[in-house]
């Protein structure tokens, strides 16, 4: 088994992963590795699999069976939140964001707690907050934002500032799902800076469908194909292969 992969340290390692849904198998059998500060991007038609691969790193649906190894954890036997403090930070399709909130405090309430480094003294640990909010703003193009309430921000900006919000929480992978889906030309590539900006110390497991924006950001492509991989490999690799072609890109 994997005896070509023993030899390295996957951040996240899936193996033989499967879920059956009344017995269609949306993920069927799915082996793939990310490495360390690797951005990986999947692709593939709709319905091949895709946000499901996700559903399951994150918690959300369970496997049945095969394994999803994080940091040497099986995250299999875990639930949501203790994925979440296991490192994984998830954006679904539709932002969920809180529209009354400012920018500002929809970062704020995003801010982990129980990190007692400073302990009992909340004007010490306010100001870390402070810091920690606007350093963030500031990566997600928002620091001029920080006071407007979430509702009067563009599609993009929301996008942004759910992006903010997990990173605010330090992730070691981050999963989104489309993330520049009804983005403007000059929103996408933006993120797409955010995305190459923001991977030191971590991964970034994105699926698009844009290949534009895929190109600029992916290290690895996975394409997937009814649960499974159909290729793996560079932008350049992928996108040439008759099979990809076949049943994605020439559509
Ligand atoms: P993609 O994101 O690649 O478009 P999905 O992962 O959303 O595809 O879906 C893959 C397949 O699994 C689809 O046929 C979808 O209808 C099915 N599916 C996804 N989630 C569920 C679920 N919770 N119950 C039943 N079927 C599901
Ligand atoms: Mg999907």
Redesign the pocket.
Known sequence: MQIGHLQKDFLLSVEGLTVS??G?K?VNNLSFYVDEDEIRVII??????????L?LICGK?KASSGSIQFRGKELTKLKENQIVQAGIGRKFQTPSIYDDLTVFENLEISYPRGRSVFGALTFNRDKAVRERVEEVAEMVFLADRLAMTADLLSHGQKQWLEIGMLLIQDPDLLMLDEPVAGMSVSERVKTAELLNRIIKGRSVLV?EHDMKFVEDIAHKVTV?HQ?QVLAEGSMNAVKTNPKVIEVYLGH
């Open positions: 849904f009344d269609f949306a593939g038609p709709n319905g091949a699999g895709k946000t499901t691969v559903d649906t699926i997937l649960g």
